[in-house]
């Protein structure tokens, strides 16, 4: 089937052919059909075969719903640590505006309940200007009149119908600090207030001095807690009644939480300062993981409690598991089809070396080579070579095979090389080639047909020389062909598979970026194409500043958030794909820059320095009172006696300089010039 080839390709032989070429045809008589396996054997194999996944599969699941869990569990104990984060917040406010509120009282009672009220305001707006999260502080007559306020619009108002007077006028408390529930004020604003009372000299109630908070300046508290873009927290009265939310676009003020069944209920009604729970959103219908936590110091003798909970999406907290689950059940799935097809393909093998051993017992007169390679009946395609004729004769599984009607005389062997793929024509003619000189016993090679219908097939191709002369020149060549396209099929999906897991290997799980081994892998690249083209390569090293101040304040978890936050800027104010971002380790970054001078390394470092201070990312533990990176910037250009690993010393250098000279800045180290 390999002969001399057509104009403008080598021949396989350049041998003049035999004297006198044997004439080989294939029998069209097929022997009598082989008793199959027994029914029992097979019957038995599949069963086992079945008894295997099904625990495989058992165990996946099994598996799958324990990882289900530990990841709900692990995002209930973040967003636990974050309602925390928030009370410590919130508790030093609560104590500030608590504090204000008795100096203010205190003042007041000294200088005689009957002063002058224009003695007040510029006290009031002094105060309230300087507490952030406080939008007015006032003082209320017994009657409920504005007495003094630090906004002028409120003078003269009375509220005596207001919720923060009416508890401090019946309990006449002057230690208590009075929560109100959640209001629309005069000025429009959906607010709430702190109220401490106040007593004349006969223990009489003589007023209160409030506090009106600000809404906008809690939801910058709470949205410090949001990690995730699915992620929602907000501060709740202890009635129920919400009053801020973050996102803000997602708040719904005055919305009563406190419904039957709500996880808010259950949370009051267990009586913990806090709680963990699955459930439906109130007002949304959303299912979602909530942490809560009432808030209440003793030593501040508040009326109402503060609630604050966090909670997020159930279905976005497991998008990665249902992804990795998927990825699972098409391993799993891959797996099932390719061990059941290699069972069918062993049971059908076995058939076929069965029923091909009693075409030989039953072909005993031929030659031993002719019942090696005969196989008669057997459903392989064989087929003879005559090389005096370059003629090949197939029999009518080698027909079938291709989609042809069976036939028995002689076709030229041009019409074989002409169905063959042109990608496997070189090896399989080196392979033959070899084979025809003597320097193998036999050739065994996978390769593709084109079926008459125009698809490819894969075949495994084993032949042999049957004849020579008596100088040793091949005569007759006898093979057979195996259809394989099925388990080829599989194995190409495989090997895909593979090849998506290695790139999965090179991204870092935390940031999403390109990670360590990839940055690895790059700078041996780079480092190797600008040694042949003599072109500078430029590192940037990026650092978090103060990052353990604020893995320790603020927790792991949103340490992590941070790591993501600033990646996703890093990324999106470089110039993909000649700009490379990827994480050093821990809190460092790195960029690789190919054919990039220092300039125009301090360029794209000084670009991303700005994208992250234009972000303002809060960073409470730091000088700066926001995230803020430090950059060391190194340009080479590579020669032979160096090493990668001098760039990366350099910009470590670099970046050490940035760090020393006061952080938040960017560093170049000197260019070594070429070399």
Not at 168 to 196: E, K, M, N, W
Not at 218 to 223: A, C
Not at 625 to 645: D, K
């Amino acid at each position: 089937m390999h002969g001399p080839q057509p104009a403008g390709r080598p021949a396989l032989t350049n041998m003049p052919p035999p004297a006198h070429p044997l004439r080989f045809t294939v029998d069209p008589a097929t022997p009598a059909e082989p008793p199959r396996a027994p029914r029992r054997r097979v019957i038995s194999e599949w069963a086992l075969l079945a008894l295997v996944w099904l625990t495989v599969l058992g165990y996946a699941a099994y598996d799958l719903r324990r990882q289900r869990e530990r990841l709900i569990t692990q995002d209930l104990e973040r967003l636990q640590g974050q309602t925390l984060a928030i009370e410590h917040n919130l508790v030093r406010q609560l104590e500030g505006v608590a504090n204000a509120l008795t100096g203010v009282r205190d003042e007041l009672v000294q200088a005689g309940l009957q002063a002058r009220a224009d003695q007040l305001p510029a006290r009031l707006k002094l105060l309230a200007d300087a507490m952030p999260g406080v939008y007015a502080l006032q003082v209320f007559d017994a009657r409920g009149a504005v007495r003094a306020s630090s906004r002028d619009d409120a003078i003269g108002s009375s509220f005596q119908t207001r919720a923060f007077i009416a508890p401090a006028r019946a309990s006449i408390d002057p230690r208590a600090l009075y929560l109100s529930p959640p209001f629309q004020s005069a000025t429009g604003h959906f607010t709430t207030v702190l109220a401490r009372a106040i007593v004349d000299a006969d223990d009489a109630f003589a007023g209160v001095v409030v506090a009106a908070l600000d809404p906008d300046y809690f939801e910058t508290v709470l949205r410090s807690a949001v990690y995730a873009q699915d992620a929602r927290a907000t501060m709740v009265h202890g009635d129920g009644t919400i009053i801020v939310s973050a996102p803000l676009q997602d708040a719904t003020p005055g919305l009563n939480l406190n419904q039957p069944g709500s996880m808010f209920r259950r949370h009051v009604d267990a009586r913990q300062p806090s709680s963990v729970q699955r459930g439906l959103l109130v007002g949304t219908g959303e299912h979602r993981l909530m942490a809560m936590r009432t808030i209440a110091p003793p030593h501040l003798r508040m009326d109402n409690a503060l609630v604050v909970r966090v909670s997020r999406r159930t279905s976005d907290v497991l998008q990665p598991w249902r992804a990795e689950a998927l990825l699972e059940a098409l391993l799993l799935a891959l797996g099932t089809a390719t061990s059941a097809a290699w069972l069918f393909w062993h049971q059908h093998r076995r058939r076929l070396l069965e029923r091909a051993a009693q075409a030989a017992a039953q072909a005993e007169r031929e030659s031993a080579r002719r019942l090696e390679f005969g196989l008669r009946g057997a459903d392989l395609g064989l087929w003879e070579w005559d090389l005096a004729t370059d003629t090949v004769t197939p029999n009518a599984r080698e027909m079938e095979m291709l989609g042809y009607e069976p036939r028995h005389e002689p076709l030229p062997a041009a019409f074989w090389r002409e169905l063959m793929h042109p990608d496997d024509q070189p090896a399989l003619e080196a392979v033959v080639r070899e084979h025809l000189r003597g320097e193998t016993p036999a050739y065994r090679i996978e390769h593709r047909f084109r079926h008459r219908d125009g698809r490819w097939i894969w075949v495994l191709d084993h032949a042999m020389v049957m004849e020579r002369d008596a100088h040793g020149r091949p005569r007759r060549v006898v093979g057979t062909h195996l259809d394989i396209s099925a388990t080829k099929q599989s194995q190409l999906a495989l090997e895909t598979l593979n090849a998506q897991l290695e790139t999965l290997s090179l991204t870092d799980g935390l940031t999403g970026v390109a990670n360590r081994r990839q940055f690895d892998q790059a700078l041996a690249v780079e480092w190797a194409r600008g040694l042949r083209q003599r072109q500078p390569l430029a590192l940037l090293m990026i650092d978090i500043d103060h990052f353990k101040r604020y893995n320790d304040q603020l927790g792991h978890p949103e340490g992590d958030a941070c790591l993501r936050q600033v990646a996703q800027i890093l990324s999106g104010c470089l110039r993909q794909p000649v700009e490379r971002l990827m994480r050093y380790g821990g809190e460092e970054f790195a960029v690789l820059l190919a054919d990039a001078d220092a300039q125009a390394g301090a360029r794209v470092a000084q670009r991303c320095e700005d994208a992250i201070a234009a972000a303002a990312l809060p960073h409470p533990a730091s000088p700066f009172a926001a995230v803020t990176v430090s950059i060391g910037v190194a340009s080479r250009v590579p020669h032979p006696e160096g090493m990668p690993e001098e760039l990366v010393h350099a910009a470590d250098a670099a970046l050490y300089q940035a760090k020393q000279a006061g952080r938040a800045r960017v560093a170049v180290a000197p260019d070594a010039g070429l070399r």
